[in-house]
């Protein structure tokens, strides 16, 4: 995996947890709520395939929550790996290093590192760009990442 990849994962994270507990949230309403024990149901009662279909739905719940706490866990690796990153590759740039940390890592929008570093929009911009640039030429990151981030499948929101 190259650096840019890294942090655009990192980036991304908050945003795949949101859709996984999402997704978890549905699945728990109608675990709880099932339409067919209603009693206002007009299609009568529960039928045989009711066990199955209930045995299944918490399968698949099952599967989210994991999907859930892998995406959690390897979140924060990602994290982790991009501040060494950074402070190692970008120690020299300390603007350059401050904005890519603000975005990636704390997710800040760029308006917001503006207003925190009392830069201009534009110039934030160019420090990121000069940032990712300076990055572009790390070869890989897989050694910032502990073993067990590869271990386990990748989580696909």
Do not use: W
Not at 10 to 22: D, G, K
């Amino acid at each position: 995996m190259d650096a840019i990849e890294l942090l655009e994962r990192c980036r991304n994270a908050e945003r795949e947890l949101r859709v996984l507990r999402a997704r978890e949230k549905r699945l728990r309403e109608v675990a709880y709520y099932p339409g067919s024990s209603r009693t206002d149901n007009p299609g009568g009662g529960k039928s045989t395939a009711e066990p199955d279909r209930m045995a299944a739905h918490f399968a698949a719940l099952d599967e989210v929550e994991q999907a859930a706490r892998l995406r959690e866990k390897r979140q924060r690796m990602e994290e982790i790996a991009c501040a060494v990153l950074i402070d190692r590759e970008l120690a020299a740039h300390g603007q350059a290093a401050e904005v890519l940390f603000g975005y990636y890592v704390q997710r800040m929008p760029v308006k917001v590192i503006s207003l925190a570093m009392n830069l201009s929009i534009s110039r934030v911009k160019n420090l990121k760009t000069e940032g990712i640039e300076l990055l572009k030429v790390v070869p890989s990151v897989d050694a910032l990442l502990p073993p067990e981030y590869d271990q386990g499948e990748e989580c696909d929101a």
